[in-house]
């Protein structure tokens, strides 16, 4: 079973910056696809960045720019680094790490709220 821990989360003024971490429990995080989501109360869940065992990412088109997603294999660990926030960033923001359809994991979430 994998375990995943955020960290980073909290409040910032609209143009602030912050940096999400995650780290994963386990021996399979080398070889797994990461990602970050978000999810605000009442709307689905939505892809923020992922990035997979070459180092290739991906992002929506509304963090493009000014999000960055990255990891260290040796910490277990994936980052977000979030410059430029807005206010329609606050959500709840979820690391997942998806190894197989079956070994598709989520963390509990860590809260971001950008406003004055």
């Known amino acids: 079973q994998v375990q995943l821990v955020e960290s980073g989360g909290g409040d910032v003024q609209p143009g602030g910056s912050l940096r999400l971490a995650c780290t994963s429990s386990?021996?399979?995080?080398?070889?797994?696809?990461m990602g970050w989501y978000r999810q605000v109360p009442g709307n689905q869940r939505e892809l923020v960045a992922t990035?997979?065992?070459?180092?290739?990412?991906k992002y929506a088109d509304s963090v493009q720019g000014r999000f960055t997603v990255s990891r260290d294999n040796a910490k277990n660990t994936m980052y977000l680094q979030m410059d430029s926030l807005k206010t329609e960033d606050t959500a709840v923001y979820y690391c997942?790490?998806?190894?197989?359809?079956?070994?598709?994991?989520w963390g509990t979430g860590t809260r971001i709220t950008v406003s004055t």
């Open positions: 990035i997979d065992w070459r180092n290739i990412t």
């Open positions: 386990g021996n399979i995080f080398r070889f797994a696809l």
């Open positions: 997942n790490l998806r190894f197989s359809t079956t070994m598709d994991y």
